[in-house]
């Protein structure tokens, strides 16, 4: 017996015996154990009622999705969120509160944010509506087409009784199962946008509307209309067969499209669905993500998800982090470290404090930033967006031309023949492969870059990177870390270096500057016995003073200490590191210079192999810094930069890069701060680092997640890869539709004696779409 029906049992034993015990049983609403109320360890509130469980495991269950087990709920289909917002995958314009069809091109609208869970209650409708379509069809086909392939010719009263058959199996199909598309053509008719249901609208009524006349007023049909046994045309089987071709092919659509979403939804479930909050007087309760507000306390134990962003009071573990950075190296967490939601804790336990939830997290910006991008416009959809402004309209055109041709100069029986081709050329002629060519590609790109640290908040940026010959780059936090570090200790003769660093660290823990935390980080990594300092003060542009162990200590410039003081042996060491562009300071203790330190922004893991392969691909780097002359220089020393500009302010960085354009350069600009957000913001495209300020990464277009320069290469192979995917779908649309209305229109009759079938032309318009999808997402295997 398992552990679980050993609690089923020992809940039946002991409560069993009576009915007044039994009445005051509860359900658990997981399991479906029956729990006393009295006894019960595990409860929770939801809809101002108490739910009790047997275990541990099942209130988790519950307080994660409680919906998912209420009484009457789990057999529900799914409906939408309230409120949210649904769209058109080829039109993004249009947008309306929960589900429906487009009133332009007639598809079925998606929600702008898919859930986490997958809602395939469409796909499921349009699968049955399929396999009953498929019940009528096939016996349809046979019964019209069977005596033609097997050459048996049936006598009249057979004949008729085989035609009511017909009408009796096509008028469900065309009637109820096609009269959707007839809604959502008419749709485009009255939003003056006609669409591809338009086209399959005005086919299947056509040849259904023929046959019925057909069948009922057979007289009204003249001699030359008739076959050689004096029997008029039916096509009940070319309008049943459509509409099941039509509803295989959205079948096939709708599964592939779903896959889009995939990437978003990989990333909705990164997130845990509870959290441990820690009360007050130590407690512990788990509560559902959404009720986790700022400042609360939550523990993480070991393996699980990081569930929200905050910073690490208590404990120390190694969190995966690959989600932002693609890296799988952990990184070691401990007090006053900052912890993203939804990437995975290690073997550590740890208690942190949130700082954002809801929407402001960073998994939820991703996603929200992703979603946007995969509902924007690439410029290459102006293109199709022309083409099918003009498209249904022309193809319109042609069906009349082809049945006036047909009917005036045609073989007999004329009419005939006009109707099919006419109804052929309505039948293969597809919109819809032409509208999803660019959009569909766009939202697999979208999903791929972000499994990637890439994300692209607009379509545009998707598609201009691939054609960018210049990329601007800013220095600090950019090509360099941003962040100085501790390199070198030098003491001057009779003095240690330790005593020299410990007096440094001294005085700059007193101050809340940027090299002054990098000179107490470098201490404390060495192990150097923390001192005390008093009277500290701060001297602008030179340095800082203070008292250490009785003795006035000096940190700073030359200017501070006393160019004259400073021995030959320390000022040369110092010009040295400084054409290393390392930033020196000098200590002196009672006017003496004992020593320096040197501090310096290291370059980015990695930079030099990435700027020279983008170098390699013929891009044009430019490296444009607010910092000196020197400093510059000393940077891009071991760089392959083509120019590099310093004693840049944020104007000047925007100059640059309109001069550029003006010049004709197509012009990306990388950059992490607010100063670069005016050059982020008028490049082709700006590229803000993940590390950097919210106004840079709302000034850019593209945002590397990990803020490292590698993230770039994927992202132009990346936009390569999906311009390329455009142009192949475009090339199949194009093509498809090229050769397609032609062979349908007939003009390969007069050749070769070849007429294409309205039924083939239905199941080459369906898979047609099919194949576009199809290519869209081989962009997921992309190698970036």
């Not at 007044?20 to 595990?42: E, I, L, R, Y």
């Not at 939202?443 to 201009?464: C, D, H, K, N, Q």
């Not at 010009?575 to 020196?584: I, Q, Y």
């Not at 498809?736 to 050749?751: K, Q, T």
């Amino acid at each position: 017996m398992t552990t679980h029906e050993q609690a089923h049992a020992g809940h039946s034993c002991c409560h069993g015996g009576t009915s007044a015990a039994s009445a005051a049983m509860k359900t658990d609403p997981v399991c479906g154990m029956q729990v006393d109320p009295a006894n019960a360890k595990h409860q929770a509130e939801h809809a101002g009622e108490t739910w009790y469980f047997c275990s541990s495991g099942c209130r988790q269950k519950f307080v994660a999705e409680p919906c998912r087990y209420l009484p009457g709920k789990a057999k529900q289909e799914p409906v939408a969120m309230p409120g949210a917002i649904y769209t058109c995958p080829m039109h993004p314009e249009v947008r309306q509160q929960g589900p429906g069809s487009c009133p332009k091109c007639g598809m079925a609208l998606e929600p702008e944010l898919p859930q986490a869970i997958e809602d395939d209650s469409e796909l499921r409708l349009v699968r049955r509506k399929f396999l009953l379509a498929a019940l009528l069809a096939v016996p349809l086909l046979l019964i019209a087409m069977g005596p033609h392939l097997v050459g048996i010719h049936f006598p009249e009263p057979t004949q008729t009784v085989l035609r009511w058959v017909e009408f009796l199996l096509a008028t469900p199909l065309v009637v109820w199962l096609g009269g959707a598309y007839y809604r959502r053509g008419w749709q485009g008719v009255m939003s003056a946008s006609p669409n591809m249901y338009t086209l399959i609208g005005l086919g299947v009524l056509v040849a259904y509307g023929f046959s019925l006349v057909a069948l009922f007023l057979p007289a009204a049909f003249p001699a030359e209309m008739r076959d050689a046994h004096g029997h008029v045309s039916f096509y009940f089987e070319a309008a049943g067969v459509i509409i099941a071709l039509v509803l295989l092919g959205e079948w096939l659509e709708l599964r592939a499209r779903g896959k889009t979403s995939a990437a978003i939804r990989r990333l909705l479930e990164l997130a845990p669905k509870i959290a441990h909050r820690i009360a007050d007087d130590g407690s512990e309760q788990d509560i559902a993500l959404d009720q986790v507000v700022v400042g609360e306390r939550l523990r993480v134990r070991p393996g699980e998800k990081i569930p929200l962003d905050g910073v690490v009071l208590e404990g120390r573990s190694n969190v995966d982090e690959s989600m932002l950075s693609g890296e799988p190296v952990p990184v070691e967490k401990t007090q006053g470290d900052h912890v993203t939601g939804g990437t995975l804790n290690g073997t550590g336990s740890l208690v942190m404090r949130t700082a954002k939830v809801g929407n402001e997290t960073v998994l939820a910006q991703i996603i929200a930033l992703v979603a946007k991008a995969q509902r924007s416009k690439a410029p290459l959809q102006r293109l199709a967006d022309r083409v099918s402004l003009f498209f249904v309209p022309a193809v319109v055109a042609v069906a009349l031309l082809a049945f006036a041709g047909w009917w005036m100069f045609g073989p007999e029986p004329r009419l005939a023949y006009a109707v099919v081709n006419a109804v052929a050329v309505l039948i293969i002629a597809c919109p819809c492969a032409l509208g999803l060519a660019t959009p569909i590609s766009i939202m697999v790109a979208s999903g791929r870059g972000a499994e990637s640290g890439v994300l692209f908040r607009e379509a545009a940026a998707i598609e201009s990177l691939a054609r960018v010959d210049t990329l601007i780059l800013d220095k600090t936090g950019t090509i360099t870390e941003g962040r100085p570090t501790l390199t070198d200790v030098v003491a001057g003769s009779g003095h240690a270096e330790s005593d020299v660093l410990a007096l440094a660290a001294a005085l700059e823990s007193a101050s809340e500057h940027p090299l002054a935390r990098a000179v107490v980080e470098g201490a404390q990594k060495r192990g150097v016995p923390q001192r005390k300092v008093a009277g500290f003060e701060s001297v602008t542009g030179q340095g800082v003073r203070g008292v250490v162990d009785g003795r006035t200590i000096l940190l700073g410039n030359a200017a501070l200490v006393g160019a004259q003081a400073i021995p030959e042996a320390l000022s040369m060491r110092a010009d040295a590191m400084r054409r290393d562009a390392k930033t020196v300071m000098f200590v002196a203790i009672d006017g003496q210079v004992t020593g320096l330190v040197a501090v310096q922004d290291a370059l980015k893991a990695g930079v030099a192999e990435t700027l020279r392969e983008l170098h390699q691909q013929g891009l044009r780097l430019v490296m444009l810094t607010g910092d000196n002359e020197t400093t510059a220089h000393a940077v891009a020393r071991s760089l392959p930069l083509d120019e590099v500009r310093a004693n840049q302010s944020p104007a000047d960085k925007a100059r640059v890069v309109h001069d550029l354009q003006s010049a004709g350069a197509r012009v990306a600009m990388a950059g992490d701060g607010i100063n670069d957000a005016p050059a982020l913001a008028a490049a082709d495209v700006g590229i803000a680092m993940g590390n950097g300020t919210d106004i840079a990464m709302e000034s850019a277009q593209v945002t590397l997640v990990k803020g490292e320069l590698g993230g770039i290469l994927r992202a132009r192979r990346l936009s390569a890869a999906t311009v390329r995917n455009i142009h192949q779908n475009l090339a199949f649309a194009f093509g498809y539709n090229a050769l397609g209305v032609p062979i349908a229109a007939g003009v390969l009759y007069p050749f070769f004696g070849v007429l294409l079938s309205p039924m083939i032309a239905a199941a080459a318009m369906s898979l047609s779409s099919v194949s576009v999808i199809s290519n869209a997402l081989r962009l997921r295997n992309a190698r970036i």
